[in-house]
């Protein structure tokens, strides 16, 4: 089992930037991909970043550009930081984690709850 808790969600002005963070426990951290996903009210929830063992990443092109997924291994934790925020970035952002490595379309089983992060125009 995995358990995911994130953490540095809020609200920020459009054109801003913010830094949520997950800190993982209960695996080996290194051994796990990472992913940010984020659900918009009444849109389906979507896949933005991942970042594999390797350090290999993936971007969704909405956020190409302006996201950056990391990772540090000695602190089990996986960050996503966001810079020139939209009102439409405005979601629920949560972390989870699979063993199968990227670029496989597979499933994540291990989720974080989610933070709230607001973009005001």
């Known amino acids: 089992q995995v358990q995911l808790v994130e953490s540095g969600g809020g609200l920020v002005q459009a054109g801003g930037s913010l830094r949520v963070s997950c800190a993982a426990s209960?695996?080996?951290?290194?051994?796990?991909?990472m992913a940010w996903f984020r659900q918009a009210p009444g849109k389906e929830r979507e896949i933005i970043a991942a970042?594999?063992?390797?350090?290999?990443?993936y971007y969704a092109d909405s956020v190409k550009g302006r996201f950056t997924i990391s990772r540090d291994n000695a602190k089990n934790t996986v960050y996503l930081q966001m810079n020139s925020l939209k009102p439409e970035d405005t979601a629920v952002y949560s972390c989870?984690?699979?063993?199968?490595?990227?670029?496989?379309?597979?499933?994540?089983?291990?989720w974080g709850q989610g933070t709230q992060v607001t973009v005001s125009s």
């Open positions: 209960g695996r080996t951290f290194s051994s796990l991909v």
């Open positions: 989870a984690a699979r063993s199968l490595p990227l670029p496989t379309a597979a499933p994540y089983p291990y």
């Open positions: 970042i594999g063992t390797t350090l290999n990443t």
